[in-house]
């Protein structure tokens, strides 16, 4: 006899499991549930817990159906169908007559403990506040971030920076907010919570553009980028210059890729006031406005390029510059304009400085304008010596998974070429210029053969 029949054979025992059970899970429930949620650091103990409960409230729902079953059906129905015991009919059964086959009711009591599974799953839920739905949706990753596994917390923060859809990414921020805020956590946890939170940011933002570009001011990505810039930007803003200096550089990157105005200035305000010396936190403020696509701020890059030609920092500057300059439009705004005869005029006069790699960078600069006054400068730079050196890859890092790539290899001639070829389309100066020098043997057969291409292009292009 297996020990359910065992409990079967007496309703006394039948009552007391159903007691117990339910005695031990609302006993229970409201303080394992709270450990659970604020304490555990085991995702297997939290499985065990969980697993008791759904067995108990299972052994509670059956012992309370055969209970019932036992009342509601006839002719000795728990005897008969759940014990298995032959049940003699009735005296009054005239023994002449073939035997009366009784109904099991096994569908009835199949909808009557189904009833009670739901109920009881219901009490559950009431009497641990929410744990398993909660526990499903985030306590898990909760738990996970109490462990000492960096290396799964370090996962985890991967994927959920790829959190972008409605249903999952009030759970993404709610983990993330946890992981860069904890104090305890190691700090390349916390970097990388905060570098999770920038480039979900970054994302939203992205969308935004183009959800106003198309005349839709409410969704749910504009929802969540409104309540990031205006819930987290201030803090970020108060506590970047004072955390440790790599959680504060994630933070600086993290604000740019929120592409909040009150942000950018505040970042372009730090990067004034530290340029001498110039630290980590102004590189990454540098950086980080190229990130907030703000052009606003391009003439305050423009003043910083002189005083930062030729430190370290000048990578970052050619980053943000470019990036701000290749992602604007011109006549979009006349105090922006105006800035770019200024910003032609100064990198035009670094890309014939030395050192040669920083030469690279501000020939890079000027190609990404599409500024027609950039003609006169790469006529002559394109003819100064070095010319024929090879301009290096050059990357930055913006708290993405790899770096951001600025530019990649090519030759510094080449890069002069491409940058005219951005103003060459019905440019007959330009055109002029390159076909007096497609056959010139003082230059190597790459350039003239990238001379006679560009120009095959403004032809296929007219």
């Given amino acids: 006899m297996n ?33 659970v949620r604020d304490q555990s650091g085991s995702m297997v103990l939290d499985m065990v817990i969980l697993t008791g409960y759904v067995a108990l409230m299972l052994a509670a729902a059956l012992a309370i159906a055969v209970l019932l079953g036992d009342r509601l059906f006839p002719h000795r129905w ?43 799953s219901g009490l559950l839920e009431v009497a641990t506040s929410g744990l398993f739905a909660e526990y499903q949706r985030v306590g898990h990753m909760r738990t996970l971030l109490r462990t000492e596994n960096t290396e799964l917390k370090l996962e985890l923060l991967g994927e959920l920076s790829q959190a972008l859809r409605e ?32 480039r979900l940011s970054n994302s939203l933002a992205t969308s935004m553009d183009s959800w106003v570009k198309q005349g839709i001011e409410e969704h749910w990505e504009l929802d969540v ?4 810039r205006t819930s987290v930007g201030p803090e970020l803003r108060t506590r970047f210059p004072s955390e440790p200096e790599d959680l504060g550089v994630a933070m600086v990157f993290t604000l740019g890729k929120m592409r909040d105005w009150r942000s950018t200035d505040a970042l372009a305000e ?25 052009a606003q701020v391009l003439g305050r890059l423009v003043q910083m390029a002189k005083t930062l030609y030729p430190t370290d920092v000048f990578l970052e500057l050619a980053f943000a510059t470019g990036d701000l300059t290749r992602n604007y439009a011109p ?41 027609a006054r950039v003609t006169e400068h790469l006529y002559e730079i394109f003819e100064q010596d070095g010319a024929e050196a ?39 100066e330009v055109t002029a210029w390159a076909e007096a020098r497609k056959d010139d043997e003082k230059y190597t057969e790459f ?8 120009l095959r292009l403004i032809e296929a292009s007219e």
């Fill in 225 to 228: 980028l409104r309540h990031l």
């Fill in 390 to 428: 090879i301009c290096p890859t050059v990357s930055v890092e913006v708290g993405e998974q790899a770096p951001e790539l600025v530019v990649a290899t090519e030759p510094f001639r080449l890069r002069v070429i491409r940058g005219l070829a951005m103003v060459a389309v019905g440019n007959d």
């Fill in 78 to 120: 728990r005897e008969r169908v759940v014990l298995g015991v032959d049940v003699p009919p009735p005296d009054e059964e005239d023994p002449m007559l073939p035997p009366v086959i009784y109904k099991s009711h096994l569908g009835a009591f199949t909808m009557l403990l189904v009833t009670l599974i739901v109920c009881l």
């Fill in 270 to 294: 730090y990067a004034k006031g530290h340029l001498s010396p110039p630290n980590a936190r102004t590189q990454a403020c540098i950086a980080a406005l190229g990130l907030s696509r703000d």
């Fill in 3 to 35: 020990i359910f029949r065992w409990l079967a054979a007496s309703t006394r025992r039948l009552a007391i499991l159903a007691c117990v059970s339910l005695a031990l899970v609302l006993g229970t429930a409201s303080t394992l549930s709270s450990w």
């Fill in 331 to 371: 006549g979009m705004n006349d105090d922006i304009d105006a800035v770019f005869p200024e910003l032609v005029t100064v990198y035009a006069e670094l890309a014939k400085t030395k050192p040669f790699e920083h030469q690279c960078l501000a020939i890079d600069v000027l190609r990404k304008t599409g500024d």
């Fill in 447 to 454: 350039v003239r053969g990238q001379l006679r291409e560009m």
């Fill in 167 to 198: 249903t999952n990414i009030e759970s993404a921020l709610t983990i993330i907010d946890l992981a860069w805020r904890d104090k305890r956590q190691p700090p390349e946890v916390r970097i990388a919570g905060m570098n999770a939170l920038g």
